[in-house]
């Protein structure tokens, strides 16, 4: 079997189990967050933490429940790193410096998942367990929570309520990325990932010398990493490690873990609004921006000009022989347009183009289909655009899903989209004015401006992969990366929240002849070009500079 062939059949595949996965689990979602219902656990959860589950929320209220959860996950993470030398579990490792103790703390929190450290050689298994694991879990069900309350502004009217935080919050963890989280390491561990406490090894090697190999809890915290769209490794190789994903088989599995709940929560979307043709439109809508980004990485690594990529049969430096060109060119594609970060290859080793598709990816701000909750919410803020530039052509007061687009649902539609842009440019461009900050780079010219560029992209969208090459573990860019993951998850969740209890609040509009039918292929094929134009071409000159230059140069 050709690399080719075989790159296309993992891919179908994939797509069949997410095919299979998506009814069901979508629906089982939509259940979980429109309940009324609590659970035994969960009541003890809601006691423990002081919490009414039953109360309803205004979008200010929502938001400093978010904030506040998310301010406290940070200090706990943060004294966690600090104090790591005196505690029980630490390997012998030291307590991790306090610059670099702010960027991991924000970064799982955030759900970015940055490493800017080797996770095997820094952090023990108390750290890695009751530090990391936990926020995997935590920043997940943050981002589907606010997922379902933008929802719950397009399905509700005359009242400014959206749920409750903190019910929203447990159910999420508890109902739904626990169980798939304990099956997914269930899988892991069967098909060779490691999971246990043990210490340090001493390893000999082939050619002589020794290395030293720690095991720990991976299997569990690699089905979270990838179910919740996390991405931080348990090693420094991360997901191209064989103690994280042993085997062609897991290396699909975990592609699947990935985008199995961010393309599902489209039907959780179109059951909660009352039309899952709704779903229907916005699952098109990423379901062709993947495979279109699939297909395009996929011929930049397998048919890339010279003479030994087209005798080796594609550009194999920087992957994993286990894996070939299709199944690291279909794992880079889905980490990158989701906010995960997990990596089975090196991008910076990819072609300039394929580079280039990577960062790409993570600058469409993620909605392909994005991360746990935060693809959604972003793509419906794409669909509000797509709906309001259909209103300018036509005259007509644009509406989505029966509420009107005014000026101020808009305003808060732009400054979510303005954003992250804003942050990626900004501290990309005070990187290469200042002196220090290029003290990190390793490669000079468009390869070099091409890592300082991903970082900040990764970063500024919560994604946490890295281009390789850069030095990331000093003070500017643990600093500077951590204030881009704080601003750029955070922010873009006060103008969500804000359209969700704007929108909420207004009475439904009827349908008329004159409605544009948001759930036909045109508003698809309108949305994908919106996105590509609106956000994409914001990144253009940026891109020209980097990838595509070194890409057309090559």
């Given at each position: 079997m050709g690399p080719v062939l075989a790159g296309f059949l993992q891919l179908l595949a994939l797509i069949g189990a997410l095919a299979l996965a998506y009814v069901p689990l979508?629906?089982?979602?939509?259940?979980?967050?429109?309940?009324?219902?609590?659970?035994?656990?969960?009541?003890?959860?809601?006691?423990?933490?002081?919490?009414?589950?039953?109360?309803?929320?205004?979008?200010?209220?929502?938001?400093?429940?978010?904030?506040?959860?998310?301010?406290?996950?940070?200090?706990?993470?943060?004294?966690?790193?600090?104090?790591?030398?005196?505690?029980?579990?630490?390997?012998?490792?030291?307590s991790v410096n306090p610059a670099q103790s702010f960027n991991t703390a924000v970064s799982f929190v955030t759900n970015t998942n940055w490493q800017s450290y080797y996770g095997e050689q820094t952090m023990g298994h108390l750290v890695q367990t009751a530090g990391l694991a936990v926020q995997n879990f935590l920043s997940a069900a943050v981002g589907i929570a606010v997922a379902v309350a933008l929802v719950r502004g397009f399905a509700r009217s005359r009242t400014g309520e959206l749920g409750n935080f903190w019910a929203d919050l447990v159910r999420g963890t508890v109902r739904i990325l626990v169980p798939g989280a304990t099956i997914a390491a269930v899988v892991l561990v069967a098909c060779g990932a490691i999971q246990n406490f043990s210490g340090i090894h001493e390893v000999g090697q082939f050619m002589g010398g020794s290395q030293q190999w720690n095991g720990g809890a991976v299997a569990s915290q690699e089905a979270i990493k990838e179910l919740g769209t996390n991405g931080g490794g348990y090693f420094n190789a991360n997901s191209a490690h064989p103690f994280e994903n042993p085997t062609p088989f897991s290396n699909i599995f975990e592609i699947f873990l990935i985008l199995v709940i961010p393309f599902s929560l489209t039907r959780t979307f179109g059951v909660m609004v009352g039309s899952v043709k709704q779903g229907y439109a916005i699952l098109a809508t990423m379901a062709?921006?993947?495979?279109?980004?699939?297909?395009?990485?996929?011929?930049?690594?397998?048919?890339?000009?010279?003479?030994?990529?087209?005798?080796?049969?594609?550009?194999y430096e920087g992957k994993e022989v286990r894996f070939g060109v299709g199944g690291s060119s279909i794992f880079a594609?889905?980490?990158?347009?989701?906010?995960?970060?997990?990596?089975?290859?090196?991008?910076?080793?990819?072609?300039?183009?394929?580079?280039?598709?990577?960062?790409l990816g993570m600058q469409l701000g993620e909605i392909a289909p994005g991360g746990t909750g935060s693809g959604l919410y972003g793509m419906?803020?794409?669909?509000?655009?797509?709906v309001f530039i259909a209103g300018l052509m036509v005259g007509r007061t644009p509406e989505y899903l029966g509420k009107k687009i005014g000026s101020r649902e808009i305003k808060f539609a732009a400054c979510y989209i303005l954003i992250t842009?804003?942050?990626?440019?900004?501290?990309?461009?005070?990187?290469?004015?200042?002196?220090t900050p290029q003290h990190s780079m390793l490669n000079s010219g468009a390869h070099g401006f091409s890592e300082v560029l991903y970082a900040f992209s990764s970063a500024a969208n919560n994604n946490g992969s890295a281009f390789a090459g850069l030095n990331a573990n000093t003070d500017w860019f643990n600093t500077?990366?951590?204030?881009?993951?704080?601003?750029?998850?955070?922010?873009?969740?006060v103008f969500v929240l804000a359209l969700a209890g704007s929108l909420a609040e207004q009475k439904p509009v009827p349908e008329t002849a004159g409605t544009l039918r948001t759930e036909k292929p045109l508003f698809t094929g309108l949305l994908v070009g919106a996105i590509l134009i609106v956000t994409g071409l914001t990144y253009f000159p940026a891109l020209a500079l980097g990838p595509l230059a070194e890409g057309l140069a090559s």
């Open positions: 979508g629906n089982y979602m939509a259940r979980v967050y429109s309940s009324d219902k609590h659970l035994r656990v969960e009541k003890w959860i809601y006691k423990g933490i002081g919490a009414n589950p039953d109360t309803e929320m205004t979008w200010p209220a929502y938001l400093r429940g978010v904030l506040a959860f998310s301010a406290v996950g940070v200090l706990f993470l943060y004294l966690l790193q600090r104090l790591q030398g005196i505690l029980p579990g630490s390997l012998g490792f030291d062709a921006i993947w495979v279109g980004f699939v297909a395009l990485m996929m011929w930049t690594e397998f048919a890339h000009h010279g003479t030994a990529l087209q005798t080796a049969g594609g550009a594609v889905s980490t990158t347009l989701t906010s995960t970060g997990a990596v089975d290859s090196f991008h910076s080793s990819f072609t300039g183009l394929g580079g280039g598709i990577t960062i419906l803020i794409m669909a509000v655009i797509a842009p804003a942050l990626v440019l900004t501290f990309t461009a005070a990187s290469m004015a200042l002196s500077m990366t951590g204030l881009a993951m704080l601003l750029g998850r955070f922010l873009p969740m």
